[in-house]
């Protein structure tokens, strides 16, 4: 008798043949996540979704293979004249899909992990406090002193049923102190990291330069990130110029106004959560998927240049690439890294 080795039972099954590697990552991903969406999304891989469609790209290609291969060595025979044209449709078809999955999967990334949320503007207009309201606990340092947020603070939040990572960052501006400066270019990465943006003005202040610089920045990300522009203590006397922001934009005073961005925020996470698609749930899936439609593409170059060899070869690496996702790996030290990562017997 003894204790069980880490994942050692889930190990069993899939050696086995009771599960498959994409139902051992997702029990894998399943015990460790804290989304409800991202536990929804591994259940349905659990239950064989993923597997199914590998298994269907997987059988394409292979019958693909097999036309060419009866091509290749019966040339001289009379072969359907629309054969190359049958196969060509199949392959564009299994590229689009492949590509659509992965970049499905990209956008959706951050369902396992949790959604990034930046909270983003210039120094006091009053992000650690929506942090710290959001939180409904003092996270970070409050201060009328501009620039009191040096460094990026991060925390885990739910919103409905999605989990998101809320970021307050330093206070955006001309610095010439070294230590802000630095603050300062770690927000801007955690604006390239986030999903979403909240772009937080000050109604209080009047527009001015930083503003400016601030809408300048984000107009870079606009089509690739949520921008939610949030103006700040609308309970003070206004002196900021709304026509100034081109979007919808949430009013917030103290505690007044949150719900409304967060029922908002809720909104964009249903949108980016709901798509119907196969979702890859691991980096190893998502690079084995873009592996196979890279490819597909190679394929089709050589099928336009007539070198069918070279085509067969190229639709051998899809197929080798998608069934990966799914097949037996040889290497021992593979499956005890990858199952030593469970808990104690799971």
Do not use: W
């Amino acid at each position: 008798m003894r204790l069980a080795h880490p994942g050692e039972f889930s190990k069993r099954a899939f050696l086995n043949g009771r599960i498959d590697l994409s139902e051992a990552e997702a029990i894998a991903a399943l015990i460790e996540t804290q989304s409800v969406d991202a536990a929804k999304m591994l259940a349905r891989q659990l239950k064989g979704e993923l597997k199914t469609f590998v298994l269907h790209v997987r059988n394409l290609l292979v019958e693909i293979l097999a036309f060419v291969e009866v091509n290749i060595d019966y040339a001289e025979e009379d072969l359907p004249h629309d054969m190359i044209e049958q196969i060509y449709t199949k392959l564009i078809h299994l590229y689009e899909t492949l590509l659509k999955t992965y970049e499905s999967s990209k956008r959706r990334e951050g369902m396992m992990q949790g959604f990034k949320v930046s909270i983003v503007g210039k120094p006091n207009v009053g992000k650690s406090s929506l942090l710290n309201t959001l939180l409904s606990y003092d996270r970070a340092i409050i201060s009328d002193i501009a620039g009191t947020t040096r460094d990026t603070i991060e925390e885990s939040l739910r919103i409905g049923s999605h989990l998101i990572k809320i970021i307050d960052t330093a206070g955006i501006r001309e610095a010439y102190d070294r230590i802000e400066k630095i603050g300062i270019e770690r927000s801007i990465a955690a604006i390239e990291e986030s999903e979403i943006v909240i772009a937080m003005f000050d109604n209080s202040r009047d527009f001015n330069e930083e503003d400016s610089a601030i809408i300048e920045l984000l107009n870079t990300y606009a089509h690739e990130k949520h921008i939610v522009n949030v103006l700040s203590k609308v309970d003070l006397d206004n002196h900021f110029d709304t026509t100034l922001l081109k979007e919808h934009y949430i009013s917030l005073s103290h505690h007044q106004g949150v719900p409304q961005l967060l029922k908002y925020l809720e909104t964009i996470l249903d949108q980016k959560s709901y798509e119907d698609t196969t979702m890859l749930t691991s980096l190893r899936q998502r690079e084995a998927v873009k592996k196979a439609y890279e490819a597909i593409e190679s394929s089709l170059k050589r099928m336009n240049e007539g070198e069918l060899e070279l085509f067969a070869f190229h639709v051998n690496e899809a197929i080798d690439a998608i069934s990966s996702i799914t097949a037996t790996f040889e290497r021992d030290e593979i499956l005890e890294k990858m199952f030593g990562s469970f808990c104690v017997g799971k």
